[in-house]
């Protein structure tokens, strides 16, 4: 009797996950699961599932199963079913083509730690920031952190010194031009490449090194095909939460207010992810036994930073130099 009860709830439980419900998202992403964004992600989808079961569904699709990289903006912005959306959190520095100011996210040593870029991502300015997108068909939700970045490379010796250990090397980075001035300034060979390529990329030897968050060079095994990681926090790697604007639009209000709700939970989560992350990667990788990591002294610090100050200077005007002043403004450096 218990045994036909049991089977009578899974089978309920199974018929209700099933139901249609009115509205279908779509979440795209390109990381692991068990990265910062791969648990926003899921966490976002049993809350929209629980909380809006019949109204709205969420399905992630995480590892670039539905699109790779940057080709989600496109399919956002070119889709026009009314009743099934895509939301997608890509880096921000895959987002040069529809908005220039974003790029102030890039800048190597802008921010002085996660808390700084917080400090940004919750003011006021954020919004100058993503208002271009509105014109391009996409509507910003939030940010959500991966974590700051650190350099990892397959050579004799770890990346130190300034331009001599880049010399010669190629680095793989995202679609970003700040990026790529970034490299040069540090005396590499720049290489614009999906993360879905990364791992090969620096297995057979395309390019010799890279820049990530630890979760996503812990998740996708980067340090097994690495010599070094050089702890620089040299820039941030973080996303914006988009979807299509009629998509959002579209939607009854009461399911808007709902969403949002929901994202802005997800998001403290997110940031608490990420944090833990950072740390326990960090460990996981040190203790593997590949890569080694090391950290900048002060002194090498300063000619990183010294360095990569020109990339501020071209990048002002298409960033914007009133923006940027706020921006600094918001810093206070
Ligand atoms: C990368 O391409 O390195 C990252 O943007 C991947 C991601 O989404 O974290």
């Given at each position: 009797m218990k045994l036909l009860m049991k089977v009578l709830v899974l089978s309920l439980l199974a018929i209700f996950a099933n139901v249609q419900a009115e509205y279908v998202i779509k979440f795209s992403h390109v990381?692991?699961?068990?990265t910062p964004k791969g648990q926003a992600a899921d966490l976002f989808a049993k809350l929209v599932n629980e909380r809006l079961a019949g109204k709205v569904k969420v399905e992630v699709f995480p590892n670039?199963?539905?699109?790779?990289d940057n080709k989600v903006m496109e399919a956002i912005r070119m889709s026009s079913s009314t009743k099934t959306g895509i939301i997608a959190a890509p880096s921000?520095?895959?987002f040069v083509k529809f908005s220039?100011?974003?790029?102030?996210?890039?800048?190597?040593?802008?921010?002085?730690?996660i808390d700084d870029v917080h400090k940004l991502a919750d003011s006021p300015v954020a919004s100058d920031i993503t208002k271009p997108l509105e014109r391009k068909g996409l509507k910003a939700l939030g940010f959500w952190d991966s974590g700051m970045k650190a350099f990892s490379i397959k050579a004799?010796?770890?990346?130190?010194?300034?331009p001599d250990d880049f010399k010669g090397k190629k680095f793989r980075i995202q679609t970003s031009n700040v990026h790529e001035a970034m490299i040069h300034a540090l005396g590499g060979n720049p290489q614009k490449l999906p993360f879905k390529e990364v791992y090969t990329a620096l297995g057979q030897g395309v390019v010799d090194g890279q820049e990530n968050s630890w979760s996503n060079i812990y998740s996708k095994k980067f340090h097994e095909v690495q010599d070094w990681i050089t702890v620089t926090n040299h820039a941030y790697l973080g996303y914006l939460l988009i979807v299509s604007n009629d998509f959002w639009n579209g939607l009854p209000s009461e399911i808007r207010i709902e969403l949002e709700k929901i994202i802005k939970e997800v998001t403290i989560k997110n940031r608490e992810f990420a944090a833990a992350a950072d740390a326990a990667d960090r460990q996981a990788i040190e203790k593997s036994g590949f890569a080694k990591v090391v950290e900048l002294t002060e002194e090498e610090r300063k000619t990183w930073v010294e360095a990569t100050k020109q990339v501020e200077e071209k990048f002002a005007k298409q960033i914007g130099k009133n923006l940027l002043i706020k921006i600094h403004q918001t810093l206070g450096h």
């Open positions: 990381v692991a699961p068990k670039s199963q539905l699109f790779n921000l520095s895959k220039r100011t974003i790029q102030a996210f890039d800048l190597p040593f802008l921010f002085n730690g004799e010796s770890a990346l130190r010194k300034i």
